[in-house]
Structure formats: structure tokens, C-alpha cells
């Protein structure tokens, strides 16, 4: 079964820094591309950024880029987003997604961890 | 960037109808265009991919179509399951984008 487990979220004052995790399982994780995605409360869905399998390519929204970092670690099955300069409009949950082989877009997605950026 | 206009915003019909939701996108996209279902507290599952392609496991009455700047995604004989919020998103080029979603309730 594809699981993907996101951690790391909580409370944080604004112009601070966390880290997220998503630690994945059911799917030769360094085989596929994967996704950070955010949805602030009671709002749609926006993408934040992408890594591929290899890390060759990343790509990042302009609301995190600069701040922001999507990094994996292959070994662990663990993907990370490391958030610096956190502002309230970062607050949301944010979801971590496999990139689907067939489809090239979201096909399994974690459950999501949640930030609040609040002083 | 692309902006995705999606539409309505909420829609409300009945067991066992049709309903149809859009998704303008700003300039082509080339087909490169998936629909997703969230319902609430739960994470989006994909339905749709290059816009007619259903995902494995998602029944058959779901269907995309469209090309160029507009897309759609019909839900044949709505069922009680189907309640949620659906959005488009572009994967055309980055950053992707979503569309604001639509909010489908059934009486």
C-alpha cells in the first residue's frame, strides 16, 4: 500500500524557520518525482515546489521561492521541505504527493502536516 | 504564470443527474490538465489526467474533455459519494497551477 506520512508542522512565530517530512512507503521512492502542495484554511490548493527522482530538476512557487527548500534523502524514503522566513500567509496544511508515472502529475497524496505561523 | 479560472464556484444537483464543471486556463495548455476530488478533511485524489484520461480505480462516470484554453470535467448520475470540492490544475508548465475549485453539493 503507498502510504506518504507528512511531520514536522506546529505553531511558529513569524520570521522563524521549520521543517517539514515526508516519509514514504509501498513505492520505490527514488524512482519517482515528488511534490510539495498547500492549502491554507478554508482555500483551495496551491503548489509550492518540485524535486525530481535525482534532484536534477526543482522548481519552486515565487510566494516561497528564496525561502523555501525541497530537498530528499533516498535512503530514508524522506522528503523535506525546510521553511525559513515564515510569514502568516504561509499558514496552511501542506501535503506531500508522489508524482505519478503515468499521469506525470499528484497521484498518491500524504495527509498533510499543519502549519500555523502566528505570533 | 498561468491562471486557471474555474467555474461555478458551487453547484447543487440531485442523485443521478449530470452536471458539468469548467476550467479556463490563460493561455494553451495543451491538454496538460488534471482534475482532482477533495472531499472534506481528506487529501485531493486524482480523477483525471491529460485531460480525458481517468485515473485507475475512478469510475467511469467521471469524464474530461476540452483543448486549448478550455476544459471540463462531467460527472454522469451524480451519487451521494460525489459530494466535494473539485479542482483543475495545469501542468503545462511551472509553477502549476490550480483552478479555485468547485464545491458540489447534493440535495
Known amino acids: 500500500e503507498v502510504q506518504l506520512v507528512e511531520s514536522g508542522g506546529g505553531l511558529v512565530q513569524p520570521g522563524r524557520s521549520l521543517k517539514l517530512s515526508c516519509v514514504v512507503s509501498?513505492?520505490?521512492?527514488?524512482?519517482?518525482?515528488m511534490y510539495w502542495i498547500r492549502q491554507a484554511p478554508g482555500k483551495g490548493l496551491e503548489w509550492v515546489a518540485y524535486?525530481?527522482?535525482?534532484?536534477?530538476?526543482?522548481y519552486y512557487a515565487e510566494t516561497v521561492k528564496g525561502r523555501f527548500t525541497i530537498s530528499r534523502d533516498n535512503a530514508k524514503n524522506t522528503l523535506y521541505l525546510q521553511m525559513t522566513s515564515l510569514r502568516s500567509e504561509d499558514t496552511a496544511l501542506y501535503y506531500c504527493?508522489?508524482?505519478?508515472?503515468?499521469?506525470?502529475?499528484?497521484?498518491?497524496w500524504g495527509q498533510g502536516a499543519s502549519v500555523t505561523v502566528s505570533s | 504564470d498561468i491562471q486557471m479560472t474555474q467555474s461555478p464556484a458551487s453547484l447543487s444537483a440531485s442523485l443521478g443527474e449530470t452536471v458539468s464543471i469548467e476550467c479556463l486556463a490563460s493561455?494553451?495548455?495543451?491538454?496538460?490538465l488534471a482534475w482532482y476530488q477533495q472531499k472534506p478533511g481528506k487529501s485531493p485524489q486524482l480523477l483525471i489526467y491529460?485531460?480525458?484520461n481517468l485515473q485507475d480505480g475512478v469510475p467511469s462516470r467521471f469524464s474530461g474533455s476540452g483543448s486549448g484554453t478550455q476544459y471540463s470535467l462531467k460527472i454522469n448520475s451524480l451519487e451521494s459519494e460525489d459530494a466535494a470540492t473539485y479542482f483543475c490544475?495545469?501542468?503545462?508548465?511551472?509553477?502549476?497551477?490550480f483552478g479555485g475549485g468547485t464545491k458540489l453539493e447534493l440535495k
Open positions: 504527493a508522489r508524482q505519478g508515472d503515468g499521469s506525470g502529475v499528484m497521484d498518491a
Open positions: 524535486i525530481s527522482s535525482g534532484c536534477s530538476y526543482i
Open positions: 509501498g513505492f520505490n521512492f527514488s524512482y519517482y518525482g
Open positions: 493561455e494553451d495548455i495543451y491538454n496538460n
Open positions: 491529460y485531460a480525458s
Open positions: 490544475l495545469q501542468d503545462s508548465e511551472y509553477p502549476w497551477t
